[in-house]
């Protein structure tokens, strides 16, 4: 099998090429000198999120610019009166999702998942939250079950996501994983597995048996509530 879709609506379906963070949609009037917060360095970001905002967040036809802003991130917040507030808000929302995001990153590597599932559960809310899409995550584990590395390997539409095994298994022999955990979001739904998040947790688990890779754990994700297969007994 070439790929495995799960979700709900399966004419909506659709992948992304590999990649560390969401791209943004192309928008409005931004300068292309502010970068996404997940290409900045920790010194950076810490600078953006305690100085004065950006001079380039001039907003146009009320559409926030600011690369991977997702829109209306910040609408409701007290002290938003304007497009161009709400942009530099939705911001320095970003910037500190990204600072946190690293942070209960560096706190789980190396350690084993069992010993860091509280930090996992954040860290797993905060890199969904906001995202009107699903997406796919891999957490690739040594021999202890100690994180080596995590990324974001597919994207999808707000319905479901494409998943193509040949990439899930080149990434664990890349790196050297004895077993990996997975995860993926419900936007605006439930945490409750579809029977196409099931099948396809049983599939991706075939799969990986065929070089010898365990998978311990698939998450789902939907905003403050998580789901594990494993603690249900569905692995």
Same mark, same amino acid.
């Given at each position: 099998?070439?790929?495995?879709?799960?979700?709900?609506?399966?004419?909506?379906?659709?992948?992304?090429?590999?990649?560390?963070?969401?791209?943004?949609?192309?928008? !409005?009037?931004? *300068?292309?000198? #502010?970068?996404?917060?997940?290409? $900045?360095?920790?010194?950076? =970001? +810490? %600078?953006?999120?305690? @100085?004065?905002?950006?001079?380039?967040?001039?907003?146009?036809?009320?559409?926030?610019?600011?690369?991977?802003?997702?829109?209306?991130?910040?609408?409701?917040?007290?002290?938003?009166?304007?497009?161009?507030?709400? !942009?530099?808000? *939705?911001?320095? #929302?970003?910037?500190?999702?990204? $600072?946190?995001?690293?942070? =209960? +990153? %560096?706190?789980?590597? @190396?350690?084993?998942?069992?010993?860091?599932?509280?930090?996992?559960?954040?860290?797993?809310?905060?890199?969904?939250?906001?995202?009107?899409?699903?997406?796919?995550?891999?957490?690739?584990?040594?021999?202890?079950?100690?994180?080596?590395?995590?990324?974001?390997?597919?994207?999808?539409?707000?319905?479901?996501?494409?998943?193509?095994?040949?990439?899930?298994?080149?990434?664990?022999?890349?790196?050297?994983?004895?077993?990996?955990?997975?995860?993926?979001?419900?936007?605006?739904?439930?945490?409750?597995?579809?029977?196409?998040?099931?099948?396809?947790?049983?599939?991706?688990?075939?799969?990986?048996?065929?070089?010898?890779?365990?998978?311990?754990?698939?998450?789902?994700?939907?905003?403050?509530?998580?789901?594990?297969?494993?603690?249900?007994?569905?692995?």
């Amino acid at each position: 099998m070439s790929y495995i879709r799960i979700g709900f609506r399966p004419a909506l379906a659709r992948t992304s090429r590999r990649s560390k963070r969401p791209a943004a949609a192309p928008a !409005a009037g931004p *300068s292309p000198e #502010l970068k996404s917060p997940s290409d $900045l360095s920790n010194a950076q =970001l +810490l %600078a953006e999120l305690l @100085g004065p905002p950006p001079t380039r967040l001039a907003v146009e036809g009320g559409a926030a610019p600011s690369p991977g802003i997702p829109q209306g991130l910040a609408a409701g917040l007290p002290g938003i009166t304007s497009p161009e507030v709400e !942009a530099a808000a *939705s911001r320095r #929302l970003l910037v500190a999702r990204e $600072l946190l995001c690293r942070k =209960l +990153l %560096a706190h789980m590597q @190396g350690r084993p998942l069992v010993n860091s599932r509280d930090a996992l559960g954040e860290w797993l809310q905060l890199h969904c939250a906001a995202l009107d899409y699903e997406v796919f995550l891999v957490l690739y584990l040594d021999a202890q079950l100690r994180l080596i590395h995590a990324e974001q390997l597919f994207r999808g539409t707000i319905a479901e996501i494409m998943v193509y095994p040949r990439e899930v298994l080149k990434g664990a022999l890349a790196h050297q994983a004895y077993a990996l955990a997975f995860a993926h979001n419900h936007p605006g739904g439930t945490t409750v597995p579809s029977a196409s998040d099931r099948r396809f947790t049983e599939q991706l688990k075939a799969a990986l048996q065929t070089i010898g890779v365990k998978v311990i754990d698939h998450f789902i994700v939907a905003g403050q509530s998580r789901y594990s297969f494993a603690e249900h007994g569905l692995l």
